[in-house]
């Protein structure tokens, strides 16, 4: 008890349970990302393991100590299925589907967000560094913040802030704001987050800000600065690049390239399967290029994985109906004995077949309708170490910011889309060339070693100042 330096506050614990005492890292880049610092500063996890009713004790995985938080089926129903899922994931999405209000899932949602704070509060040592992650837990920081308040707290929001006149739908708008305010430093992906947080900030608490300042009142009658700006977050540059340039993963690349029939062109989207990607727009306008006949089935195959998500939340099982009903009539339009239109997997890959898809992806779709940053628009430009390949990328994905010479969709403008696929799959090998090697720089400059370190570089600076 009370130990560690520093400590991470997410959702999720780091591992998998792969059985009974057995647990597996979990793919997450950010398990990568601060592992190094973890094992530097005596660091713990606090995390639920992603299973109903499991009683765990504490316990040491790769000089990481983790405390896995239990929740009981019906908190994982009201917490995670609901509030999360059903409630902030839709409206910090543009209300992409309509969030539900439901009070139970709220009263859920702050005792459940209690428990993680009062975890972390056993946790953490004098002094130390607290880093809480991600929408499931936007109440932890003020509740640390009075539970400890000698603990520096960082927050940040992997997904997107909506702009006020849709966050305001929210019944709790003023707790959600009051509860992230208890960070020191509150960090978004776009810088367009933060200044829809700090415009909330400012309509429903009446706070001033300045810059990414933002003046909040303490109950000594005083004033605290918190800061909220954009630290936009990334990949493992290097460990893809390596992955990249294995042997056994490139022979695999050419080996599903022959397994589709070596089509002239191999269209790649992989997502979670989320309402939020696009997935319906993209294969619409990829239906609709076979029907207009402006590409032929035995050219051009579209590969796309959907890995299972969220399977018990109402609006994913209705999009996988549709999803799956589409597939289907494409397929049975368009396929030749030979050649499929659509090579639909519902299914999660590792990392190495992942690599070996990008290498073999001529064009990669992000057609995202909303997304916090999209990595595996990074992980795409970090696998092409031939620098060939395009990356036709939403402007609606966080990553549009920095990678900014990709070819650029509105996925809502399906005309568009379709001509920008065919723009994509037409590119000259030196035009492919020049726009791959900026996004190759951008990826690699910005990794995801130089997100964590400037985030806590920016928590130190917040917290010296604060205490001026
Ligand atoms: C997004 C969220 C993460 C979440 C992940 C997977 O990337 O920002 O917080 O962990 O999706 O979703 P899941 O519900 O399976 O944790």
């Known amino acids: 008890m009370n ?126 560094t607290v880093w809480v992650q991600d929408y499931q837990l936007q109440l932890v920081p003020r509740m640390l913040r009075e539970l400890r308040p ?25 707790q959600v704001l009051e509860g992230l305010l208890g960070a020191d430093v509150i960090g978004f992906q776009r810088v367009a987050d933060a200044g829809n947080f700090a ?22 009658g005083g004033t605290r600065s918190a800061i909220a700006r954009a630290f936009p977050i990334s990949i493992d540059a290097e460990m893809y690049e390596e992955l990249a340039q294995r042997p056994d993963i490139q022979a695999r690349a050419a080996e599903i390239r022959e397994s589709l029939g070596n089509p002239k062109t191999i269209l790649f989207g992989v997502d979670r399967l989320d309402y939020t990607k696009g997935i319906r727009h993209r294969m619409k306008a990829f239906g609709e290029l076979l029907e207009d006949g402006r590409i032929d089935v035995a050219d051009v195959t579209l590969v796309q994985v959907a890995s299972p998500s969220r399977e018990r939340v109402d609006a994913y099982q ?5 999803i799956e009903l589409t597939v289907g009539r494409i397929n049975g339009d368009h396929d030749t004995v030979g050649h499929t239109a659509i090579r639909y997997l519902h299914q999660a890959f590792p990392r190495e077949e992942m690599v070996a898809l990008y290498l073999a992806a001529d064009v990669m779709l992000v057609t995202a309708l909303r997304d916090g940053m999209n990595l595996v628009a990074k992980e795409y430009v970090a696998s092409r170490v031939d620098n060939r390949g395009v990356l036709v990328l939403s402007e609606f994905a966080g990553a549009s910011d920095e990678l900014t010479t990709a070819v650029k969709i509105n996925p809502h403008d399906i005309d568009g889309m379709k001509d920008a696929i065919v723009q994509a799959i037409e590119m000259s090998g030196v035009e492919q060339g020049r726009r791959m090697r900026a996004l190759r720089r951008k990826v690699r400059e910005n990794d995801v070693t130089a997100w964590s370190t400037s985030f806590l570089e920016a928590l130190t600076q917040a917290r010296a100042e604060s205490q001026r």
Not at 318 to 322: A, K, M, S
Request: charged residues 25%.
């Open 318 to 322: 209705h999009l996988r109906d549709e």
């Open 3 to 128: 130990t560690a330096d520093f400590v991470v506050v997410a959702n999720r614990l780091p591992v998998d349970r792969v059985g009974e005492d057995e647990w597996r890292p979990s793919p997450g880049g950010l398990v990568a990302a601060l592992e190094p610092v973890m094992q530097r500063s005596d660091g713990a996890w606090v995390g639920w393991p992603g299973q109903p009713d499991l009683e765990l004790a504490p316990f040491d995985a790769d000089g990481i100590h983790l405390v896995p938080i239990s929740l009981s089926e019906s908190e994982v129903e009201h917490y995670y299925e609901g509030m999360s899922n059903d409630t902030f994931w839709p409206l910090y999405h543009d209300v992409i589907a309509e969030p539900r209000y439901r009070r139970m899932w709220w009263d859920t949602y702050v005792k459940v967000n209690e428990r993680f704070a009062r975890a972390a509060a056993d946790v953490a040592a004098e002094g130390a």
């Open 199 to 220: 415009r909330a900030v400012r309509r429903q608490l009446k706070y001033p800000t300045k810059a990414s300042g933002i003046a909040v009142p303490t109950a000594d």
């Open 150 to 174: 000698d603990l520096t707290i960082g927050y940040f929001h992997h997904i997107p802030f909506p702009a006020y006149g849709l966050y305001s739908q929210l019944p709790w708008r003023r």
